[in-house]
Nanobody, 121 residues
C-alpha cells in the first residue's frame, strides 16, 4: 500500500491542524494505522495508533488529550487532529500502516513521505 500524508503547515502555539493520510490500496480496513514524528536532531517517535476498525486507539503521553487519531475506511483515509499545539510538536509527521500488528509497538511496513508541522511560539 502507498501512503500519502498531507495537511502540515505553520501554525501558532495554541492552534490546530488536521493531518490526513491517504492510502492507495483497498480495503483500507486491512491495515492498522499510526502516526509518528521526527523533530530536527531527534529520533523518530510514536504519536498515535488506531486499530483496523478504529475501535482501539493508543497515544503517546505527550499528545494525549490534545491529539485525536481517526480513520474513514470508506475513504481510505486516516486522520490526526492536533489541537492546542505547542512549539515542541514541531516535527515531520509520518503516517504508517501495518497489516499484522497495531499499536505503538506495531510492525509498520508501509510509510508515507511525511508532512512538516511547524508550531511558532
Amino acid at each position: 500500500v502507498q501512503l500519502q500524508a498531507f495537511g502540515g503547515g505553520l501554525v501558532q502555539a495554541g492552534g490546530f491542524l488536521r493531518l490526513s493520510c491517504a492510502a492507495s490500496r483497498r480495503p483500507f480496513s486491512a491495515f492498522a494505522m499510526a502516526w509518528f514524528r521526527q523533530a530536527p536532531g531527534k529520533e523518530r517517535e510514536f504519536v498515535a495508533a488506531i486499530s483496523w476498525s478504529g475501535g482501539n486507539t493508543d497515544y503517546a503521553d505527550s499528545v494525549k488529550g490534545r491529539f485525536t487519531i481517526s480513520r474513514d475506511n470508506a475513504k481510505n483515509t486516516g486522520y490526526l487532529q492536533m489541537n492546542s499545539l505547542k512549539p515542541e510538536d514541531t516535527a515531520v509527521y509520518y503516517c504508517a500502516a501495518s497489516a499484522t500488528r497495531w499499536g505503538r509497538y506495531g510492525q509498520y511496513d508501509y510509510w508515507g513521505q511525511g508532512t512538516l508541522v511547524t508550531v511558532s511560539s
